[in-house]
């Protein structure tokens, strides 16, 4: 299993950027997949989330109407769309596997598989 996060970069404030998590090894038909995100300092915090089975969609209420998360199961692909950043969006972005309950899907301990970051600054 292996989930390959990519996309991120430097952007100013009120850009765009789009995060993919690649995935292999499992079929995302199969399972459901996080973004969470991680500043300096601060505790990792779940972003959004979208449901193996239903597709049902999550999100942090500090970004919601901004980010947009979709996939494509053809490609084995989750994206983040993002847009209209702020500074404080700057983060390193992880993407991770899961089957969370609804109530828990911001819970990084429900999470089995985690790829390896990708940074994402905004700059003023």
């Known amino acids: 299993v292996q989930l390959q996060a990519s996309g991120g970069g430097l952007v100013q404030a009120g850009g765009s950027l789009r995060l993919s998590c690649a995935a292999s090894?499992?079929?995302?038909?199969?399972?459901?997949i996080g973004w969470f995100r991680q500043a300096p300092g601060k505790e990792r915090e779940g972003v959004s989330y979208?449901?193996?089975?239903?597709?049902?969609?999550y999100y942090a209420d500090s970004v919601k109407g901004r980010f947009t998360i979709s996939r494509d199961n053809a490609k084995n692909t989750v994206y983040l769309q993002m847009n209209s950043l702020k500074l404080e969006d700057t983060a390193v972005y992880y993407c991770?596997?899961?089957?969370?309950?609804?109530?828990?899907?911001?819970?990084?301990?429900?999470?089995?598989?985690w790829g390896q970051g990708t940074q994402v600054t905004v700059s003023s």
């Open positions: 090894g499992f079929r995302l038909d199969y399972y459901g």
């Open positions: 979208i449901r193996h089975s239903s597709g049902q969609i």
């Open positions: 991770a596997r899961g089957r969370p309950v609804s109530s828990a899907w911001s819970t990084s301990t429900m999470y089995d598989y």
